[in-house]
C-alpha cells in the first residue's frame, strides 16, 4: 500500500484535505507521519485517518468545525502514549457525576419524607 492510499469505504463521501492556510495538516502529520485529514461530506465534520491502519483508516473526528489550531492540541491530547491519563480524566469525571446524582436523590428522599 502507498503511503496516500488508505481505506475509505465510499470514497465520494469525502474530500481529502493536503493543504490548508494555517498548515494544520503538515502540523498533524507532525506528530504522527501517518495522519490524514478528510472532510466527510455526509456528516460535515473534520476526520483523520492513519495510511498504517490497513484495514480501517479512521483514528478521530475533530469536534470543531473549522480546521484551526484546536485540532493540534485535539491530536496530541487523544495520542494513544495518554491512554492512562484520558482513563484518569474520565473516571474522575464519572465519580463527580455519581456523587452529583447520589446528592439529588438523596435530596428527592428528603423531601418526600418531610
Same mark, same amino acid.
Given at each position: 500500500?502507498?503511503?496516500? !492510499?488508505?481505506? @475509505?469505504?465510499?470514497?465520494?463521501?469525502?474530500?481529502?484535505?493536503?493543504? $490548508?492556510?494555517?498548515?494544520? *495538516?503538515?502540523?498533524?502529520?507532525?506528530?504522527?507521519?501517518?495522519?490524514?485529514?478528510?472532510?466527510? @461530506?455526509?456528516?460535515?465534520?473534520?476526520?483523520?485517518?492513519?495510511?498504517?491502519?490497513?484495514?480501517?483508516?479512521?483514528?478521530?473526528?475533530?469536534?470543531?468545525?473549522?480546521?484551526?489550531?484546536?485540532?493540534?492540541?485535539?491530536?496530541?491530547?487523544?495520542?494513544? /502514549?495518554?491512554? !492512562?491519563?484520558?482513563?484518569?480524566?474520565? $473516571?474522575?469525571?464519572?465519580?463527580? @457525576?455519581?456523587? *452529583?446524582?447520589?446528592? /439529588?436523590?438523596?435530596?428527592?428522599?428528603?423531601?418526600?419524607?418531610?
Amino acid at each position: 500500500m502507498q503511503k496516500e !492510499d488508505f481505506v @475509505l469505504k465510499n470514497k465520494k463521501e469525502y474530500v481529502f484535505i493536503n493543504y $490548508d492556510n494555517l498548515f494544520i *495538516c503538515q502540523r498533524l502529520r507532525e506528530i504522527d507521519d501517518s495522519y490524514r485529514v478528510v472532510y466527510n @461530506l455526509n456528516k460535515n465534520v473534520y476526520e483523520v485517518h492513519s495510511v498504517e491502519q490497513p484495514f480501517n483508516s479512521y483514528c478521530f473526528t475533530l469536534p470543531y468545525s473549522s480546521l484551526d489550531e484546536r485540532a493540534i492540541n485535539f491530536a496530541l491530547k487523544t495520542r494513544r /502514549q495518554n491512554i !492512562d491519563k484520558i482513563i484518569a480524566e474520565i $473516571d474522575k469525571q464519572n465519580e463527580a @457525576l455519581y456523587n *452529583c446524582m447520589v446528592k /439529588q436523590e438523596v435530596n428527592k428522599l428528603k423531601e418526600a419524607l418531610c
